[in-house]
């Protein structure tokens, strides 16, 4: 009697301990969306393990890298008004920038120009007319800055350099150049020097496939320069990012009844074309060398996929191309997002980023070019397609 009486409260205990799990199950199942673990903010993780990583005063020198990377930072400001993101800004800028605004710079390059985005938005920030000055050294020099016969700025002001176009370049000074007229009455140079010079570079660069070679060299005799053409051999991922970025923003800038507007609207509508029928269909990424994906050796490169994803995007949210064109730029973005993860400790890596490269007429060049994880090209990029997306769903 006592052990039948023993079985049944032991089979009631065991059926209670089902049940409380299976309520257990069924209440865990229908908690709250917002009980879930948020996704990660990856622009604000990159910027705090990048500020880890590294202080104002190791970033590194004055050069175009940092001054990508940092106007990414300063856009995830703009979104998050978080008072470290600018503060870390500014003490990068004031290791160059002196007491009377001046910095000790030839501004040999058009690389070298880049950073003046930097200083721009200190002085919208800050009001400090020493970002103003320094700021006006870079706009002085294009008085006197070499150019080819049809007005191109010269890649660099040296003999190595002498009469090429570069597409990097355009992201380089234009953006700059317009924003800095349009924020200190320059505006009619500003204007029209910017979109001019995407022109130039298109008119010598822009395949009829829609994609841009990687440079042009006026006087022929650059080892890489085709001898009919006077241009480059190879559609270079990044060169043509550079290219995108830039003819975006100076459209973000450009009066709607300025002349250039309509053929710079075309220009990009043939480049998002372009970067449509070439992205990865299975990655969502697009490749080194643009328009081989079936190569053997060919690889699919995130600071390019990060760019093109940004220029599709806003593409598509400006009107320059039709909204089934999003869909792209959606596969691009989780295509980079597959680049980024966190370590053991919550900082963030971004893998497979070309590191800087020159112009060449060989392809196993660009296929050879090293790869790196967490290279500024690459973080730089990754900021300001993820504040795009972020801000329109993507």
Known sequence: MIARITRRLLARSL?????????????????????????????????????????????????????????????????THDPRYLAYIKAWADRFVDGSGHIDQGFGSLDSMESGNVLLALFKETGDTRYQSAAAQIRTRLDSYPRTSDGGFWHAASTSRAHQLWLDGTFMVDPFLIRYGQLFNDGAFGDDEASHQLLIDARHLQDPSGLLFHAFDESGTASWASPTTHHSSQFWCRAIGWYGMASIEILELLPAAHPNRAPLVSIVQKLVGAMARFQDPVSGRWFQVVNRGSLSGNWTETSCSAMYTYVISRAVERGYVG????AVASRGYHGVLARISLDSHGMTNLTQICIGTNVSSSLSFYLKRPRATNDFHGLGAFLIMNEQLVRTGG
């Open 323 to 326: 909204p089934s064109l999003k």
């Open 15 to 79: 059926l209670g301990g089902v049940m409380a799990a299976l309520l257990t199950a069924l209440s865990v199942a229908q908690a709250p969306a917002a009980e879930a673990a948020a996704p990660t903010d990856w622009s604000t993780a990159l910027v705090n393990s990048t500020m880890a990583r590294f202080t104002p005063a190791t970033l590194g020198g004055w050069s175009y890298t940092r001054g990508l990377y940092l106007y990414g930072q300063y856009l995830v400001y703009q979104r």
